[in-house]
């Protein structure tokens, strides 16, 4: 999973898969579900993010996997 965010958009994108969208439901105003061609979620767009989402900290709690960390 990839959580990546576009200031120049205030968009934040959250990356579930490696697998290609192919179809895109907004659920919300600026709160787009992208999907793979089986219909499994693969993806979240969120417009606006800044005001919708708390951007300042990012707390992982508990995850079986490897945590990495990219700076911009």
């Not at 958009?9 to 579930?16: Q, R």
């Not at 898969?17 to 499994?40: H, M």
């Not at 990012?58 to 911009?72: D, E, Q």
């Amino acid at each position: 999973m990839k959580l990546n965010y576009y200031p120049e958009t205030d968009s934040l994108y959250i990356d579930l898969s490696e697998k290609a969208s192919v179809e895109t439901r907004e659920i919300s105003e600026g709160v787009q579900l992208d999907y793979d061609a089986s219909g499994t979620l693969v993806g979240i767009d969120i417009d606006n993010a800044s005001s919708k989402v708390q951007l300042k900290e990012l707390i992982l709690s508990k995850l079986p996997g490897t945590v990495r960390t990219v700076a911009a």
